[in-house]
C-alpha cells in the first residue's frame, strides 16, 4: 500500500500551489542512516579530499553517508533548483501541479526545461509523499525540506530507512547558503563554490546596471485587496539577494494589532486593512506577480493613497519569484535591470 502525508495548503498568491514554505528548525538526534559502514568523519573533514563516508549535521540531527552519492532525490521541490544548480545528481523530485508558475511536469518554470534535459523525473506528483515512490527510486541521499507545502520532516524516520536523508532550512538562507550545506554531502564542494562565484559575477554586472530609486523599498506578496499580504523580511531570502543588487527592503511597521508570532522569517502577513496603512515605501516589489497583479493593486480603491501610487513606483518580479533559487535569482536580476536601468 502506497504511503502518503498530505501537505499543509499553500500561498494563497499561487492558488492550488503557492508554496508558503516557512521553516522551524526543529533537532532531533537520529542513528545513522542504513547501509552505513566505517568510521564517520565530520562535514567539514575529508570534504575536499574525498574522504568517505562522512557525518553530515543538518536541521533534524546528524546523517552518515557512506559514499558519495551517485544518486540523490529531493523530496522539496524549492531544494532542487539549488540541487540542479550545483551539477547534483538528482534522479527524481516531488512534483507539485502543474500550472500557476508551474510547468507540465509540475516543476518550477524557471528550472523545469534544465530538469527535464538532465532526465529528472517526477518523483510524485501534487506534493504528496509517497514512500513506496522513493523506495522505488533507489536512491542513495535523500534531501527534504523542514516545513510547509513541500515538507517531509514528519516521515524522516521512515525515508532515513531508505538511504541517508538530510534536512534543510531554506527560509531564513539564500540559495547560496543551502548550496553550501549540500556541497560537503554530495562531494561537491569545489563545484559550489565556482557556481556561487559565477552567480555573485552576474549580480555583481546586474547591481551596476541598477540606479537605485530613493527611499526605502518593499516586497510583498499581494493576494487581492481583500486577503492579506504578504511582507517580505529583512531576515529571509528575498531581503538576501535584493541587498546584493543595491535594493535591500525595510520590514513592514505592523500599525495596529501586531501580527502573531511566528517562526517564518521569511515573509509576514497582514491583515488587508494592516496592510494599506503598512505599505509606505515608495517602491513596491511585487513577489509572484506580474501586470495582471500590478492592476489589480492599482484599481483597489483601498490602496490608492499608498505612496508607491502617488509618485512612487511598483514593480512585478515576476511569476517566478517567490522561491529564490539560482534561476529565479537571475530572472530577478534581470527585471530589475530593465526597471531601473542606469
Known sequence: MTTSVRPSRLLKTLGALALALGLTASLAACAPASGSTGEATTASDGADSGVWPRTITHELGKTT????????????????????????????SAAGTPGNGLDKNGFFDQWGEVASTRGVDVLYPNLELDLE?????????????????????????????????IALNYSTQSWEDIAKQLGPALGLDKKVEETISDFSGKIAEAKDKIAAPA????????????????????????????????????NPEFPGDKPAASDRKDFQFLSAENSVVSLTAPTVLL????????????????????????????????????????????EV?????NAFRA
Do not use: C, W
Open 133 to 165: 515512490s522513493v523506495t522505488a527510486a533507489k536512491p542513495d541521499l535523500i534531501v527534504i525540506s523542514m516545513t510547509g507545502a513541500d515538507s517531509t520532516k514528519d516521515a524522516y524516520e521512515q525515508l532515513s530507512k531508505i538511504a541517508p536523508t
Open 65 to 92: 553517508i557512506p559514499a558519495q552519492p551517485k544518486k540523490v532525490v529531493s523530496t522539496s521541490l524549492t531544494l532542487t533548483g539549488t540541487l540542479l544548480a550545483i551539477d547534483a545528481p538528482i534522479a527524481a
Open 287 to 330: 513577489v509572484s506577480a506580474d501586470d495582471a497583479t500590478k492592476e489589480k493593486l492599482v484599481s483597489a480603491p483601498a490602496f490608492a493613497n499608498i505612496p508607491a501610487l502617488n509618485g512612487g513606483t511598483v514593480i512585478p518580479l515576476g511569476l517566478n519569484s517567490f522561491r529564490i533559487d539560482y534561476y529565479s535569482a537571475l
Open 215 to 250: 527611499g526605502n523599498v518593499q516586497a510583498v506578496v499581494f493576494n487581492g485587496a481583500q486577503e492579506d499580504t504578504a511582507f517580505a523580511l529583512t531576515t529571509g531570502p528575498h531581503n538576501a539577494l535584493l541587498t546584493e543588487l543595491g535594493l535591500p527592503i525595510t
Open 333 to 337: 536580476a534581470n527585471t530589475l535591470v
